[in-house]
């Protein structure tokens, strides 16, 4: 039967249809009920977890475990370093495969969870196996004795992993893989998977109210702005312009799907002719992680034609697949996307972004990132794009430098030091003053 499935969902038309069946109508249903009679019961949950770790707290350590299923997604470090700084607690790597990569091989399988083994081992970080190979299936979180868990995704968490299971025996939290962005509040903060965390760690206090009026007053309390401690490697945004650093074109992945942010159909093959027609240029093509699954399974590109594009650019440039793409920032003087989270993320290092702007976007720009967003050169056409990378990249011109930078530092965007904001929340709220 598995077998018949999983045929059916490589016809790209069929695979189409009950993606937009289960995204219109049955998930609102099934999600519907869920709240109605979930959220009262993992309230009660909460309070008794939380109970519990106020009585533990200062006399033994708070074990911390970290999902992770992919490194590109891997985004709190700098809340792990000061996790495993301080006195009140043990964090923990848990490595498992989502859902949603269920149907890689398992030798792919495998390789991902060694790589990720390698790379957290590398640094020193305590880590736990939390998928079986053998069987294929995720492995409870109970069996760690975890007191708190910090997910990073909010879609394709197996049951097993899940809030509803987890809120039995330990508090769950959430920092976003992504930093917060356009304000797709559906998808943001209005899953099912938010209504059930003890605790959602964002941005800052003004995407927190927009949170808390979208979720209603009942999830007052559970939306803290802090900052985003993935925005912690970088002090300020008055950091040296590289004249001579790469440019990085870094396409998302919502082509034709989901919020169709993406430009990828229109842009992705000009922009790689026009990397090739300036090889005095250092280029870094940095794509989304599920760019290049979407592009086949949607029927948009063959495996080959992919595979040709990819490696065109491993060719003629640097391709950049790994999650660890901070010290890419840095030594880089612009960037090309229209990747919603690079778009926040990027304009901490202060240089200059060419901002590609689908006209298919599900999403207009929340008002809060729009005044951000305004500062970029916006391309909504090639004829745009082609004069922004003249002035921008050609010749080294920012007009908008001074308006961006000052921008970024009206949100505070950067020197927030989350990780600390974090911690500090947790040791005030277990050590009962900010109860």
Not at 246 to 264: K, L, N
Not at 287 to 295: A, E, G
Request: aromatic content about 12%; proline content about 4%; some cysteine.
């Amino acid at each position: 039967m598995n077998a018949v499935i999983d045929r059916l969902h490589k016809i790209g038309w069929l695979h189409r249809l009950h993606a937009w069946y289960y995204r219109t109508v049955c998930r609102p249903v099934v999600e519907f009920a869920q709240c109605l009679w979930l959220c009262p019961i993992l309230r009660c949950r909460c309070r008794k977890q939380l109970a519990r770790l106020q009585d533990k707290f200062g006399t033994e350590k708070i074990r911390v475990l970290f999902p992770i299923s992919n490194l590109a997604k891997w985004k709190m470090q700098s809340l792990f370093e000061a996790m495993r700084h301080s006195s009140h607690y043990e964090p923990l790597m848990a490595l498992t495969i989502m859902d949603v990569e269920n149907d890689l091989s398992i030798d792919r399988k495998r390789e991902r969870l060694q790589q990720m083994q390698a790379h957290f081992a590398g640094k020193g970080m305590g880590c736990v196996d939390a998928y079986d190979l053998e069987n294929g299936c995720a492995i409870p979180f109970d069996r760690f004795a975890p007191d708190i868990v910090f997910y990073q995704q909010p879609w394709r968490i197996s049951e097993c992993q899940s809030p509803v299971a987890v809120s039995k025996y330990a508090l769950t939290c959430y920092v976003p893989y992504f930093v917060q962005n356009y304000g797709g509040l559906d998808m943001d903060c209005l899953l099912v998977f938010h209504r059930l965390l003890w605790r959602h760690f964002i941005l800052n206090e003004h995407w927190a109210k927009e949170f808390v009026k979208a979720q209603g007053l009942l999830r007052a309390g559970t939306v803290v702005g802090v900052g985003h401690p993935m925005l912690d490697a970088f002090g300020n945004v008055e950091g040296v312009r590289h004249v001579n650093g790469c440019v990085i074109y870094a396409p998302h992945w919502s082509c034709h799907t989901g919020e169709c942010f993406s430009t990828f159909l229109e842009n992705g093959k000009k922009i790689l002719m026009l990397a090739q027609r300036h090889p005095e240029m250092e280029w870094v093509f940095k794509p989304h992680p599920t760019l290049r699954k979407i592009l086949v399974e949607n029927g948009l590109m063959s495996e080959r034609e992919v595979a040709d594009y990819y490696e065109t650019w491993e060719r003629i440039g640097v391709a950049y697949y790994d999650g660890d793409y901070l010290r890419l920032f840095e030594r880089s003087k612009a960037m090309i996307t229209d990747c919603a989270s690079f778009l926040v993320e990027y304009a901490c290092t202060g240089n200059p972004i060419i901002h590609l702007i689908s006209s298919d976007a599900k999403y207009n720009p929340h008002p809060i990132s729009e005044a951000l967003f305004s500062t970029y050169y916006q391309a909504r056409n090639w004829e745009e794009f082609e004069r922004s990378f003249e002035t921008v990249i050609l010749r080294g011109q920012d007009p908008r430098r001074d308006e961006r930078r000052a921008k970024v530092r009206d949100m505070r965007l950067c020197g927030n030091n989350a990780a600390k904001n974090i911690v500090d929340y947790l040791d005030g709220v277990l050590g009962g003053v900010n109860a």
